[in-house]
């Protein structure tokens, strides 16, 4: 089993920045890729941005150049670096884990005021 333990949403003007951070706990050895993933209030979840255990990112289109995935191989844990934000990217934000299984933080809520 992984445990994951979000931080860092919050409330935030268009055009602003967030660093949300995501560390795991438990299993951690079984765990290949990392990821953010976000739900609107009626849309479904969506990749954000994702992050394997040698470093490879992959990002959706929208917030390439803007966001940025990282982690800290040493602390167990995952940031999502979020600049020039925008109203549309309202959202719950939750921290993915995968490898042996499939596991999900309880998710933290980013809000962008325009």
């Known amino acids: 089993q992984v445990q994951l333990v979000e931080s860092g949403g919050g409330l935030v003007q268009a055009g602003g920045s967030l660093r949300l951070s995501c560390a795991a706990s438990g299993s951690i050895f079984s765990i290949a890729i990392m990821g953010w993933y976000r739900q609107a209030p009626g849309k479904q979840r969506e990749l954000v941005a994702a992050i394997t255990r040698s470093g490879n990112t992959n990002y959706r289109d929208s917030v390439r150049g803007r966001f940025t995935i990282s982690r800290d191989n040493a602390k167990n844990t995952v940031y999502l670096q979020m600049n020039s934000l925008k109203p549309e990217n309202t959202a719950i934000y939750f921290c993915?884990?995968?490898?042996?299984?499939?596991?999900w933080g309880q998710g933290t809520q980013v809000t962008v005021s325009s």
């Open positions: 993915y884990a995968g490898g042996h299984g499939a596991y």
